[in-house]
């Protein structure tokens, strides 16, 4: 059996945290900032989780297991 390979795209978007978490970073930060609030694009700074149905799609393209 080959081995299972990483989504390279996908290790660069996404971190695993200490607990086993999978750290995002939030979209809409990269162009067209003009227009948008300070407020909007200072919350958009920080990282979030991602979502509990997300997990075992982003599990797998990171070839985690359980």
Known sequence: M?????NSGAKKR????????IKRKYAFKRHIL????KDRKRALR???LVH???LGNV?????IGK
């Open 34 to 37: 003009t227009k948008k609030e």
């Open 2 to 6: 080959p081995k299972m390979k990483t």
């Open 52 to 54: 509990k149905t997300d």
């Open 14 to 21: 996404f971190a695993l945290t200490g607990s086993g978490k």
């Open 59 to 63: 599990r797998f393209l990171l070839a």
């Open 46 to 48: 920080g990282s979030g």
